[in-house]
């Protein structure tokens, strides 16, 4: 199984709602990332975690909370999010290898709207 | 992060060679050069990446300038699902961060 799913597809929210956004790989990677991706830009990185553990957050702001369960699983919790918020966001997985992390495989994103 | 520098935008025909350039002036000396590249409506895919020598796989290969101050991707037959963006990548060896820059868009004509 070489595939990262990201459910859902697409998300509609209003600036209070809370929602998750959810990453799944089943490769045995122990990076995951999260990228937000405007139109016709190209992805920007949020978050690296490596072993499970937040080891980069790229100035995000706390609206956007990640989350790493397991190994398998990364989720992304949105709060009071604004419409420029709106965007697609992509998750990815990596192997690790002591320092050396591979090559980056992507899910197909989740398209947000904030409304 | 070093920064590299890519056209906006290239066409080729179907089925002949495509060589997409990429500038990287300020590459150091642990950085390897790694290549993406995004279909529309998808995430990105991995292509190929190198350190000093010229590269070959399944998808393409990539050309390493002597002074590693640039480099050229090649698809040997491009065919319309090769139409995308491709993003042109300088990662530290072990560094997790891959930086994208504006990235080429690959037009293939019939």
């Known amino acids: 199984d070489t595939e990262v799913t990201q459910t859902p597809k697409h998300l509609v929210m209003g600036m209070t709602n809370k929602k998750s956004l959810k990453c799944e790989q089943h490769?045995?990677?122990?990076?995951m990332y999260w990228y937000k991706q405007k139109a016709k830009k190209p992805p920007e990185l949020m978050f690296v975690y490596s072993y499970e553990k937040l080891s980069i957050n790229e100035s995000v702001p706390s609206r956007f909370s990640p989350e790493c369960p397991n190994s398998s699983l990364l989720n992304l919790h949105l709060h009071a999010l604004q419409p420029e918020d709106s965007a697609l966001y992509l998750c990815?997985?990596?192997?690790?290898?002591?320092?050396?992390?591979?090559?980056?495989?992507f899910g197909p994103g989740t398209r947000l709207t904030v409304l | 992060d070093a920064k590299t520098t890519q056209p906006n935008s290239m066409e080729s025909n179907e089925e002949e060679p495509v060589h997409l350039p990429c500038n990287h002036s300020t590459i150091s000396g642990t950085d390897y050069i790694h290549w993406y590249r995004q279909l529309p409506s998808q995430g990105p895919e991995y292509v190929i990446h190198g350190l000093t020598s010229n590269v070959n796989n399944r998808m393409a290969s990539l050309a390493i300038a002597e002074d590693r101050k640039s480099s050229t991707l090649i698809l040997h037959r491009a065919t319309l699902r090769d139409a995308a963006v491709y993003y042109c990548i300088l990662k530290s060896t072990s560094g997790s961060r891959l930086t994208f820059g504006e990235g080429t868009q690959l037009t293939v004509n019939p």
């Open positions: 490769m045995g990677h122990r990076a």
């Open positions: 990815a997985s990596s192997q690790v290898d002591l320092v050396n992390y591979n090559e980056q495989f």
